[in-house]
């Protein structure tokens, strides 16, 4: 039996049992025989939900890249480590072999040293889905600099917050973006991002759209003349086991995005491991993640999880629409990838389209379709299963989320028996529990909750960058000696989990978490609205989409509506993104307020949803009249 490699259903059960009931022993098993050390750990796991403190492999020593890129050098210098697959399907793709990313990354990682980056400094990259974005990434690591990726669609005034909140020394960009037929001003974004940022001293700039920028004296350096220049070797810094590897920042239910810091070892251990095991890699494997390494996806499962098991691993930097709706089957084809990852709203929007752009693509090689972000609804699942996966491919729906790091909850294919909408069992060392209202945990089976962990997990972030109160208000508050992670979710009678959604003010829309707050902040700025409240609602391809309830001062009353919208969406486009732009604003008179003033989102959420019949009691409200009037009115 091999508990780094799960084959069969009854080795997940010996396993998982195993791994909760000594976590330490099995934990220590799996990072002594697969992973490589400076120095080993003193102690494997110290642990206090209530402060809260966590500490996996404390003691030890270790490089990350030395795991995901020199350890393989011996034995697979010549295999492809990354694919990049470009925008533009007439544009070769590029295959970057371990040997040359081990020198690439080095000679990254001399350039950051080399232009004042250190150990523990921060390091904000904005960069298009390239080789140099996986490249910083790593080379941030090798020299023990913190990375903070920031997703490129995110708007300049998104990009200042986040520099700022984690003070980052450096931003390393790109001119610009191809995306599908359009180009994008990465730079022109920095510029104006960085009118806020005085702590920045250096802009590294890679040339992707060769488009004419400006460059700032002093400040900004085109990337690839330094990288010629630099040595092709670099010694990796020594890490501790719990030092900071990367932020990343995810929306909350209050207006800042919390910076969730993951530490080295644990996170190394914990993503490698599932990786493995959720994707069931294989040597010769080609493994493709859809996602974008802005999100914790890209980072735990295109670079860290892949390379640190010397696998495959595929990078795209196109959208499934262009140049038409078979760019993702193609590259399944053209690359013969067998494991295959992306996000339910991806599915749905392709399975919108007519089913030739799948069939006329030989799909043969997939052995694994993963699903994340979002739940699966059962018509994309079964689209999925059918058209992609030809009933011969195992869906994974794997649930987890930016603060876990890694899987919480999947099936392991050809392992565990799969059910649409299902993210099925906990995942080796997971200690799922589903928690009432009033705090107790709720035992058995065919039952719903609130989704807790009881126990930690190599891969959980340690805290909020400059937060940790915040942290330990979000996360291990709301129930005693739990993590909180704001879904709610049911088991069934099988004791398989299925994820119902958010339980918080955070709304998934295509995918991405958007809390309700930031949006509502940046709404509210607008000179003609004097109060809003955003809510989801069903969308058949994004999953959800949002919903703005406005209430206008009254210098805004006279305006014309449809300019005011244009006017709403642009400014929210400008300080967040246009992902959090509102499908529909609904110009209200009042929002229904409980005695305290709290808004009552369940009303609104409802009647956005067209879902009225079972308002319940609005008389207790401040101000139940309002609510027949937004009904009467809604969009
Ligand atoms: C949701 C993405 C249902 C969930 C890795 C979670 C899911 C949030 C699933 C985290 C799934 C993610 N089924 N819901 N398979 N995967 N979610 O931080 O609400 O971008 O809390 O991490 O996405 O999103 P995040």
Not at 108 to 131: F, H, Q, S, T, W
Not at 254 to 269: E, F, R
Not at 275 to 290: I, R, S
Not at 590 to 595: A, E, I, N
């Amino acid at each position: 039996m091999s508990n780094y490699h799960i084959k069969h259903l009854e080795e997940y059960f010996q396993v998982y049992r195993k791994s909760v009931r000594n976590p330490e022993a099995f934990w220590e098993e799996i990072a002594e025989e697969h992973f490589v050390w400076r120095k080993k750990w003193d102690k494997v796991l110290s642990w206090d939900f209530s402060k809260p403190e966590v500490k996996w492999y404390e003691g030890a020593k270790l490089n990350i890249t030395e795991n995901c890129l020199d350890r393989h050098l011996p034995t697979r210098g010549t295999k492809t480590a990354i694919i990049f697959e470009p925008n533009d399907p007439n544009e070769t793709a590029e295959h970057i072999s371990y040997r040359q990313l081990h020198e690439r990354v080095c000679r990254m990682a001399n350039v950051l040293l080399e232009n004042g980056i250190g150990k523990g400094d921060r390091v904000c990259i904005y960069l298009p889905m390239i080789p140099e974005l996986a490249i910083s990434v790593l080379a941030c690591a090798r020299i023990g600099a913190i990375h903070s990726v920031v997703f490129a669609g995110f708007s300049a005034n998104a990009l200042s917050t986040r520099i700022i909140d984690s003070d980052c020394k450096m931003v390393i960009t790109s001119d610009g973006s191809y995306r599908g037929a359009k180009t994008i001003d990465l730079k022109g974004i920095v510029d104006k991002a960085l009118e806020d940022c005085p702590g920045v001293a250096n802009v590294l700039v890679a040339k992707r759209i060769n488009s004419n920028i400006a460059m700032k004296e002093g400040r900004d350096k085109w990337l690839q003349p330094l990288l010629d220049e630099a040595y092709a070797d670099n010694v990796a810094e020594v890490m501790d086991a719990e030092d900071p590897l990367f932020i990343l920042y995810t929306s909350g239910s209050t207006g800042k995005p919390k910076g969730m810091v993951h530490t080295s070892a644990g996170y190394m251990v914990y993503t490698a491991y599932t990786f493995k095991n959720a994707f069931q890699y294989k040597e010769e494997d080609v493994y493709w993640c859809t996602a974008d390494i802005g999100w914790i996806t890209g980072h735990s499962y295109i670079v860290y999880g892949p390379l640190a098991n010397g696998a495959t691993t595929l990078m795209f930097e196109g959208v499934p629409s262009y140049p038409d709706f078979g760019r993702f089957w193609e590259v399944v084809e053209k690359h013969k990838v067998n494991q295959f990852y992306t996000a339910p709203t991806a599915i749905r929007a392709l399975a919108k389209e007519s089913l030739d752009f799948v069939e006329k693509h030989d799909l043969s090689s997939l052995k694994v379709l993963g699903s994340v972000g979002e739940p699966i609804n059962e018509e994309a699942w079964h689209w999925y299963n059918n058209n992609v996966g030809k009933k011969n491919s195992p869906i994974i729906d794997t649930w987890w989320q930016t603060e876990t790091g890694g899987m919480m909850i999947t099936p392991i294919p050809y392992v565990t028996p799969t059910t649409p909408t299902y993210a099925t069992l906990p995942f080796i060392g997971v200690q799922p529990a589903l928690m009432d209202e009033e705090g107790n945990e709720i035992k058995g089976n065919q039952v719903d909750g609130r989704l807790c962990i009881k126990f930690p997990w190599p891969a959980m972030a340690r805290t909020i960058w400059g937060n940790h109160e915040r942290y330990r208000e979000t996360y291990f508050s709301a129930y005693k000696d739990m993590y909180f992670t704001g879904d709610g979710a049911l088991r069934d009678a099988v004791g398989y989990y299925r994820i119902t959604g958010r339980v918080d003010d955070v709304i998934i829309v295509s995918g991405h978490n958007l809390g309700t707050a930031p949006i509502e902040d940046s709404i509210n700025e607008h000179p003609a609205v004097a109060e809003s409240a955003v809510v989801g609602f069903p969308h058949d391809i994004k999953g959800n989409a949002l919903y703005g309830y406005i209430i206008l001062k009254e210098t805004g009353e006279s305006r014309d509506r449809e300019n005011l919208r244009k006017e709403i969406n642009q400014q929210i486009t400008e300080q967040i993104g246009p992902i959090a732009k509102l499908d529909k604003i609904q110009f209200v008179s009042g929002l229904p307020k409980t005695r305290s003033g709290k808004i009552m989102r369940r009303i609104l959420r409802k009647i956005a949803s067209n879902d009225t019949s079972n308002l319940g009691d609005t008389s207790t409200l401040l101000n139940p009249e309002v609510v027949k009037h937004i009904m009467d009115n809604v969009l």
